[in-house]
Nanobody, 120 residues
Framework: QLQASGGGLVQAGGSLTLSCAAS????????MGWFRQAAGKERKFVAA????????LYADFVKGRFTISRDNAKNTVYLQMNSLKPEDTAVYYC???????????????WGQGTLVTVSS
């Protein structure tokens, strides 16, 4: 139901935009978020956005570099990633938090992930 795309190989300092398209149902009322998991490490919260798009939340390690947005008409959430660093290399996942309040936990309906590789 969640299809993430847009990953790829980019040089340090470069940019990528990830997309997460929802199908089968609409999540326009709910918080949507992005997480990432580097090889051999636990999954970490990256960013989240409320249903209206009026509030966002970011992990400290991406603040000022990443921007989350959504287009409810397209049932899609985006993650614009700028000034990428090698440590941003990971599989990025989108997920839905089926509540109205933004937070870093209690996410469900995970997508399959898209790989982002940042070369130095």
């Amino acid at each position: 139901q969640l299809q993430a795309s847009g990953g790829g190989l980019v040089q340090a300092g470069g940019s990528l935009t990830l997309s997460c398209a929802a199908s089968g149902r609409t999540f326009s009322s709910y918080v949507m978020g992005w997480f990432r998991q580097a090889a051999g490490k636990e999954r970490k919260f990256v960013a989240a956005i409320t249903g209206s798009g009026g509030s966002t939340l970011y992990a400290d390690f991406v603040k000022g570099r990443f921007t989350i947005s959504r287009d409810n008409a397209k049932n899609t959430v985006y993650l614009q990633m700028n000034s990428l660093k090698p440590e941003d290399t990971a599989v990025y996942y989108c997920a839905v938090r089926p509540y109205l309040v933004i937070a870093t936990t209690d996410y469900h309906y995970w997508g399959q992930g898209t790989l982002v590789t940042v070369s130095s």
